[in-house]
């Protein structure tokens, strides 16, 4: 595949240029937001990873484990299911990659007078993050192994002092876990955020716009939340 320079400089405008800025910055400003431990408002991301240590406290006290191991092969299952379907996905965009003429002429009357370079750039973005978390998925699920593992070596006697440290072992590896699971999901809201492109610089920022506004509502305004503080 072959990328004219020329042609991209004319088929882009200042408009793309600022939903472009626009995407990018709503998309790490709001994983700073949410990550943030030491917020006075915490996400709920930061609340289920409190719980999260909490869990791997009571899982040291308890005789039998099984329900723990239960509960994080469930989990598991999530990110295994996650990472195919994110393969999928880019199998999707890479089949598109070859042939952009057929999306071009689908969306005529709808779509910007571009090039089939211009269109494959945009696609390249859209692919970039599919993989991006692609790779997410398949390190959470990697790292909810490793905690498994940690966690079966936990002494039946959760009184000594090394049931202790391994259950924080065991907790940081949960929530690492969840973290890149987290962070793997908002890979794919936004890599459908990045599909309006296809419409116009237009449709990328009203996308940007809603995606960041939903992601932010269910993290610090959700009723999901208003449940985890509840006393």
């Not at 990873?49 to 092969?73: C, G, N, P, Q, T």
């Not at 195919?84 to 009357?109: C, D, F, M, N, Q």
């Not at 997410?136 to 790292?143: D, I, P, Y």
């Not at 939903?214 to 985890?228: D, N, Q, Y």
Request: charged share 15%; hydrophobic share 50%.
């Amino acid at each position: 595949m072959q990328i004219d320079v020329n042609i991209l400089l004319n088929s882009f405008d200042l408009l793309d240029l600022v939903a472009l800025a626009l995407f990018w910055s709503c998309w790490l400003t709001t994983t700073f937001l949410i990550e943030r431990d030491n917020a006075k408002r915490p996400s709920v991301h930061v609340l289920m990873k409190r719980h999260r240590y909490r869990w791997m406290e009571e899982m040291a006290a308890r005789d039998v484990r099984i329900f723990d191991s239960a509960i994080l092969a469930s989990i598991q299952q999530s990110t295994a299911f996650f990472g195919s379907t994110t393969l999928l996905v880019i199998g999707g965009i890479v089949a598109i990659l070859g042939k952009p003429e057929t999306l071009l002429s689908a969306g005529e009357g709808l779509m910007p007078d571009w090039s089939s370079q211009t269109l494959q750039l945009e696609l390249l973005m859209v692919l970039g993050i599919a993989f991006y978390a692609f790779l997410k998925f398949v390190w959470s699920n990697r790292l909810f192994s490793y905690c498994a593992v940690v966690m079966a070596s936990m002494p039946n006697d959760g009184t000594v002092p090394e049931a202790g440290r391994i259950a924080i072992r065991a907790a940081r590896l949960n929530s690492y876990a969840a973290r890149s699971f987290n962070r793997g999901l908002r890979g794919i809201y936004y890599a459908l955020t990045a599909m309006a492109w296809v419409l116009g610089a237009e449709a990328l920022i009203v996308a940007t716009v809603v995606t960041t506004a939903v992601l932010i509502r269910r993290e610090f305004f959700s009723r999901s939340r208003k449940a985890l503080i509840a006393s």
